[in-house]
């Protein structure tokens, strides 16, 4: 059984990086230059129109963030 309280500590990571990935796609949508914690590289937007899942991904794959967080 899991411990109530790792539980809320994950859900308490889990608000943390959610707040933090909208505000990578916030930045990213608006055009400004966000660059991978892991690698460094420059983060882009991949949109619904063009192939692939929409979201905000870096070249090495270490960035991967669904849009179904932007809203
Ligand atoms: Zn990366």
């Known amino acids: 059984m899991i411990d109530i309280k790792q539980f809320s ?8 990086s959610f707040n933090q990935q909208k505000a ?22 991949v ?11 870096c070249k090495k794959g270490c960035t991967d963030i669904s849009l179904d967080f932007a809203e």
Do not use: D, H, Q
């Open 47 to 57: 949109l619904p129109e063009n192939s692939g899942t929409p979201g905000v991904y």
């Open 24 to 45: 990578i796609i916030k930045k990213v949508m608006a055009g400004r230059v966000v660059t991978c914690n892991s690698c460094g590289g420059e983060l882009f937007i």
């Open 9 to 16: 500590t994950l859900k308490k990571n889990a608000a943390a």
